[in-house]
Protein backbone atom coordinates (compact mmCIF):
# COMPACT_ATOMS: atom_id res chain seq x y z
CA UNK A 1 0.00 0.00 0.00
CA UNK A 2 0.88 3.30 -0.40
CA UNK A 3 -0.23 6.47 0.69
CA UNK A 4 0.30 10.10 -0.58
CA UNK A 5 -1.35 12.84 2.18
CA UNK A 6 -1.16 16.18 1.23
CA UNK A 7 -1.21 19.28 3.95
CA UNK A 8 -0.81 23.35 3.94
CA UNK A 9 -3.89 24.50 1.80
CA UNK A 10 -6.14 26.97 3.22
CA UNK A 11 -7.59 30.78 2.35
CA UNK A 12 -5.20 33.06 1.11
CA UNK A 13 -5.82 36.54 0.11
CA UNK A 14 -4.71 37.68 -3.64
CA UNK A 15 -1.11 38.06 -3.37
CA UNK A 16 -0.56 35.98 -0.71
CA UNK A 17 1.38 32.85 -0.17
CA UNK A 18 1.28 29.49 1.22
CA UNK A 19 2.74 26.26 0.69
CA UNK A 20 1.89 22.72 -0.06
CA UNK A 21 3.03 19.89 1.62
CA UNK A 22 2.97 16.03 0.17
CA UNK A 23 4.38 13.33 1.75
CA UNK A 24 3.85 9.37 0.26
CA UNK A 25 4.47 6.63 2.29
CA UNK A 26 3.79 2.64 2.62
CA UNK A 27 5.62 0.06 0.63
CA UNK A 28 7.92 2.26 -1.62
CA UNK A 29 11.11 0.98 -3.55
CA UNK A 30 11.98 3.84 -5.54
CA UNK A 31 10.10 7.34 -6.37
CA UNK A 32 10.68 8.60 -10.00
CA UNK A 33 8.19 12.14 -10.90
CA UNK A 34 6.22 13.97 -8.84
CA UNK A 35 3.85 16.62 -9.08
CA UNK A 36 1.09 18.80 -8.36
CA UNK A 37 -2.39 18.83 -10.25
CA UNK A 38 -5.15 21.28 -9.62
CA UNK A 39 -9.03 20.98 -10.40
CA UNK A 40 -11.44 24.08 -10.44
CA UNK A 41 -14.72 23.80 -10.26
CA UNK A 42 -16.39 22.89 -13.98
CA UNK A 43 -13.26 22.24 -15.03
CA UNK A 44 -10.90 19.67 -16.19
CA UNK A 45 -7.74 18.72 -13.44
CA UNK A 46 -4.91 19.82 -15.40
CA UNK A 47 -0.90 20.45 -14.40
CA UNK A 48 0.16 22.85 -12.08
CA UNK A 49 4.44 21.43 -12.06
CA UNK A 50 6.03 18.10 -12.21
CA UNK A 51 9.87 17.49 -10.75
CA UNK A 52 11.75 14.68 -11.56
CA UNK A 53 14.21 12.40 -9.37
CA UNK A 54 17.20 14.58 -10.34
CA UNK A 55 15.14 18.07 -9.83
CA UNK A 56 14.22 18.81 -13.48
CA UNK A 57 10.71 20.74 -13.16
CA UNK A 58 8.46 21.68 -15.62
CA UNK A 59 5.21 24.43 -15.04
CA UNK A 60 2.52 24.82 -16.37
CA UNK A 61 2.67 29.04 -18.05
CA UNK A 62 0.11 30.28 -15.59
CA UNK A 63 2.04 29.35 -12.60
CA UNK A 64 5.96 30.19 -13.87
CA UNK A 65 7.59 32.74 -11.67
CA UNK A 66 4.93 32.63 -9.37
CA UNK A 67 4.87 28.82 -7.79
CA UNK A 68 7.98 26.22 -7.24
CA UNK A 69 8.03 23.16 -6.65
CA UNK A 70 10.94 21.09 -4.36
CA UNK A 71 11.38 17.79 -2.80
CA UNK A 72 13.16 16.09 -1.07
CA UNK A 73 13.97 12.34 -1.46
CA UNK A 74 15.20 11.37 1.88
CA UNK A 75 12.26 12.30 2.87
CA UNK A 76 9.47 10.72 0.13
CA UNK A 77 7.80 14.63 0.02
CA UNK A 78 7.29 16.96 -2.45
CA UNK A 79 6.94 20.73 -1.66
CA UNK A 80 4.46 23.71 -3.69
CA UNK A 81 5.95 26.98 -2.75
CA UNK A 82 2.58 29.62 -4.37
CA UNK A 83 3.33 33.48 -4.06
CA UNK A 84 1.55 35.81 -5.65
CA UNK A 85 -1.55 33.98 -5.40
CA UNK A 86 -4.95 35.07 -7.66
CA UNK A 87 -8.31 34.30 -7.79
CA UNK A 88 -7.70 31.94 -10.61
CA UNK A 89 -5.72 29.72 -8.50
CA UNK A 90 -8.02 28.76 -6.43
CA UNK A 91 -8.99 24.87 -6.55
CA UNK A 92 -8.56 21.46 -5.44
CA UNK A 93 -4.31 20.47 -5.56
CA UNK A 94 -3.14 17.28 -5.94
CA UNK A 95 -0.53 15.67 -5.47
CA UNK A 96 0.81 12.99 -7.62
CA UNK A 97 4.01 10.25 -7.85
CA UNK A 98 5.10 7.79 -9.89
CA UNK A 99 6.03 4.94 -8.15
CA UNK A 100 7.46 1.27 -8.05
CA UNK A 101 7.05 -0.99 -5.35
CA UNK A 102 9.64 -3.45 -5.92
CA UNK A 103 12.83 -4.22 -7.89
CA UNK A 104 11.66 -4.77 -11.27
CA UNK A 105 8.35 -3.80 -10.27
CA UNK A 106 6.28 -1.76 -13.10
CA UNK A 107 5.78 2.21 -11.88
CA UNK A 108 2.14 3.04 -10.82
CA UNK A 109 0.47 6.59 -10.31
CA UNK A 110 -0.36 7.09 -7.13
CA UNK A 111 -2.64 10.53 -6.08
CA UNK A 112 -3.31 12.29 -2.95
CA UNK A 113 -6.50 12.90 -1.30
CA UNK A 114 -6.87 16.93 -2.58
CA UNK A 115 -6.35 20.27 -0.74
CA UNK A 116 -8.10 22.68 -0.90
CA UNK A 117 -6.65 26.55 -1.72
CA UNK A 118 -9.09 29.24 -2.15
CA UNK A 119 -8.10 32.75 -3.17
CA UNK A 120 -10.53 35.56 -1.91
CA UNK A 121 -10.64 39.17 -0.60
Known amino acids: QVQLVESGGGLVQPGGSLRLSCAAS????????MGWYRQAPGKQRELVAT???????NYADSVKGRFTISRDNAKDTVYLQMNSLKAEDTAVYYC???????????????WGQGTQVSVSS
Open 26 to 33: GNIFRIST
Open 96 to 110: NAVISTGWGVRENDY
Open 51 to 57: ITRGSST
